[in-house]
């Protein structure tokens, strides 16, 4: 093949990746950006009110991904059925999916309703336990809502129609501020609830995102052929036990990642509010950077997928290359600016100089990961497309827990390499930690990738 001809193809796998993407990105960074907007109002009503979103995002955020990476399931499996001209069995599929949300949705709001033993066994501060249960039960209220809507927008995506949750998720950033201001702010005869209103906006803006999903589903004729709402089906449990087959190995590798930064905050909670302020900053904007190699991965997962579904291993194989190399791309960018930004990215949540001095601090670990975060999320989402999970998941677990956490305590909280760095030896763990997961999920998706093209020749 000529350099030319190469060339092209992979122009033509990114052109075709970033439209599937772009939707994505902007429907992730819509998403993140309504904790930014949480973050940003609760930081100008007190400390204390950004310390307490602090912590209820650092319990829900992860029990959230769990949720939805169980869920995620759906992808993959649409996205073969329609490569393979299998619409037909996508309805019932998703019937069975939607089914399993309002368990896993159901679930996980008891859970965080009934949260206040872990901020406790964690020891943080009293002070804050009262605004930040407030706050993880509004925002429980949203969670069989976002379940379910979730579950259609894998529908959607696996289909190749990533536009929805781009417009939904506009809307809905564009609805959260308002209710923000109301809630936070006791408007229209509520009660001034400071941070614990931003917990009700979100769960508004869920149920909204739902609603706005069933409608596109049921009226925008690119569904018709999956028939979705054909009829009425109880639940099967030998296809939900299939989906779970799946998405359960997603959602603890989604998880074991995003816990890791819901522990930290944790064990940092007894530092004081500022400390806590100051990690809460980094790691909401280090979220909203990341959703861009996020949102990449996504779209990795559905042109795998549908390059298996067609029967075209070595290009789903090439689709998982170009998905690599372009996340890559991006964290080259992305560190570079963090790092030389990270005072006045800072100074955007809060005018406090000690505030600003611990996250500006942070935002530099942050910037570091950048690379080996980019890397390994896209692998992941490949490996998705494969519906090879179980692997990943073990593997992200040991990254995560058996490297990142135990070097990260090692180095912030305790003196087993002299003098506790405190957040920052947390964060550097972070960083040896997801390096280790990117080089082993690179590895596997490698292997995996031959063993689809030699199972085909």
């Not at 193809?9 to 992730?28: F, G, K, N, W, Y």
């Not at 690179?442 to 020749?457: D, E, F, G, H, P």
Request: hydrophobic share 55%; with cysteine.
């Amino acid at each position: 093949m000529s350099t030319d001809t190469r060339l092209g193809r992979v122009r033509t796998e990114l052109r075709s990746l970033m439209i599937l993407a772009t939707p994505i990105i902007i429907a992730q960074l819509a998403h993140t950006a309504m904790g930014f907007v949480d973050t940003l109002m609760a930081g100008r009503v007190s400390p204390q009110d950004l310390a307490a979103v602090a912590l209820g995002n650092s319990i829900w955020v992860p029990v959230f991904l769990l949720m939805t990476g169980i869920l995620l399931a759906t992808t993959p499996k649409v996205a073969q059925r329609f490569g393979a001209g299998e619409e037909a069995e996508i309805g019932p599929l998703v019937r069975q999916a939607l089914w399993l949300a309002l368990a896993v949705g159901g679930s996980a709001a008891a859970l965080l309703w009934n949260a206040e033993f872990i901020l406790r066994t964690m020891n943080v501060d009293p002070a804050l336990i009262t605004p930040a249960m407030g706050y993880l039960r509004a925002v429980a209220c949203g969670f069989p809502a976002v379940a379910l809507y979730h579950v259609l927008r894998c529908f959607s995506d696996g289909l190749g129609h990533t536009r929805p949750s781009m417009v939904l998720g506009i809307i809905g950033l564009l609805l959260n501020i308002p209710a923000n201001y109301i809630f936070i702010y006791g408007k229209f005869g509520l009660p001034a609830m400071g941070g614990v209103g931003c917990g009700w906006a979100t769960a508004l803006v869920m149920g909204f995102m739902l609603i706005g999903m069933l409608v596109w589903v049921k009226w925008a004729p690119y569904y018709r052929n999956s028939a979705l709402f054909a009829h009425f089906e109880w639940p099967q449990w030998p296809v939900i036990k299939r989906l779970l087959s799946i998405g359960v190995p997603i959602g603890i590798a989604v998880f074991a990642e995003s816990s890791i930064f819901a522990v930290i905050a944790l064990l940092i909670g007894g530092l004081g509010a500022t400390v806590v302020a100051g990690h809460q900053i980094a790691l909401n904007f280090s979220s909203m950077v990341f959703m861009i190699p996020y949102s990449l991965a996504m779209a990795a997962t559905v042109r795998v997928g549908q390059a298996l579904g067609r029967g075209q291993p070595r290009e789903a194989r090439f689709a998982a290359g170009v998905s690599m190399a372009a996340a890559l791309g991006y964290a080259c960018i992305s560190a570079s600016l963090m790092f030389l930004l990270r005072e006045q990215i800072a100074q955007i949540y809060t005018p406090d100089k000690t505030v600003i001095a611990v996250a500006a601090t942070l935002i530099i670990y942050s910037a570091l990961f950048q690379f080996s975060d980019a890397i390994q999320v896209t692998a992941a989402g490949a490996l998705r497309g494969y519906q090879d999970t179980r692997i990943t998941m073990l593997l992200t677990l040991f990254a995560y827990w058996g490297i990142g956490l135990p070097v990260g305590y090692a180095l912030g909280l305790s003196d087993l390499f002299g003098e506790p760095s405190g957040p920052s030896g947390l964060w550097q763990g972070l960083v040896v930690g997801l390096t280790c997961a990117a080089a082993m999920l690179t590895v596997r998706l490698a292997r995996s990738a031959r063993k689809r093209i030699r199972r085909a020749a």
